[in-house]
């Protein structure tokens, strides 16, 4: 955990007269927090992302994850997800009543590093008919570490646009990228921040995964089925876990420098 972090959370913990940290805060976030993100992302995603109405603050990118399968998906949906995929993916889809379809990554010969997997935007296509509804994205990708360049991420639009797909974009790993590479968030292409429910995660970004918080930006009838089944499942989120992070402010200039 690095130190500037563990400060915060302690420095939280010495205010027990800051009653208003300690009580239930607005359900769909923190203001303070959302204000934050609001300013990150429209930043990140070159689009004016409201507070109020374009951010979700959620138990962990975990719960993002499902509360978008389950605002979603209607009984026998389809979902591409490409495979290896992360653990939860699979059957969180089943359990909101969807199908997830399987998608290899390409992979040559003898490869030397993860660079080398590839979208193969040909098998993708060739899974999707009438009942496909969603394309799960994770980029960068766990568990290979590949990073989508943009050509790839483009073909995949280009896809997503003429199908009228929706996307999860699991971004959680977005500050994970060096050596010069420049990650491309999907939700930043032509067309696609309509159809791309983009999730985040504070616990990834500053090492603090115990801490579960994690966050939803969409345009608001994206993000309105995932509020809904928010407010009556888990209505609000930790408030002193919320307050350190919006005190950790990874929307400042220096935060990339300092810390990633």
């Not at 205010?15 to 769909?28: D, L, V």
């Not at 389809?78 to 199908?99: E, H, N, S, T, W």
């Not at 067309?191 to 801490?211: H, L, N, P, Q, V």
Request: proline share 6%; glycine share 6%.
């Amino acid at each position: 955990l690095p130190a500037f972090v563990a400060k915060i959370l302690e420095e939280i913990a010495k205010h027990p007269e800051k009653t208003e940290w300690h009580q239930y805060t607005r359900g769909f976030g923190l203001p303070r927090l959302t204000s934050v993100l609001s300013r990150l992302y429209s930043n990140l995603l070159g689009v004016e992302v409201n507070a109020q109405q374009n951010v979700l603050v959620t138990v962990g990118a975990y719960l993002s994850l499902y509360y978008a399968f389950l605002g979603w998906l209607n009984h026998g949906d389809k979902v591409i997800v490409l495979d290896p995929a992360f653990d939860c993916y699979v059957p969180q889809i089943r359990m909101a009543g969807g199908v997830p379809i399987s998608v290899a990554l390409s992979l040559p010969p003898n490869p030397t590093s993860s660079a080398d997997y590839t979208l193969n935007l040909k098998a993708i296509e060739e899974k999707i008919d009438k009942q496909t509804k969603m394309i799960v994205l994770n980029n960068p990708h766990n568990p290979t570490g590949k990073l989508f360049t943009r050509e790839e991420l483009e073909g995949l639009a280009d896809i997503v646009r003429r199908h009228n797909l929706l996307v999860v974009a699991d971004e959680v790993y977005e500050w994970h990228v060096y050596d010069g590479k420049k990650m491309i968030r999907f939700a930043t292409l032509p067309d696609m921040y309509e159809r791309t429910i983009t999730i985040g995660s504070a616990g990834k970004a500053f090492s603090a995964t115990g801490w579960k918080l994690g966050w939803s930006v969409a345009p608001a009838d994206l993000l309105e089925p995932l509020r809904r089944i928010h407010q009556n499942c888990v209505f609000t989120c930790s408030t002193p876990t919320q307050v350190s992070f919006f005190f950790l402010n990874f929307c400042n200039e220096s935060y990339e420098k300092t810390w990633i």
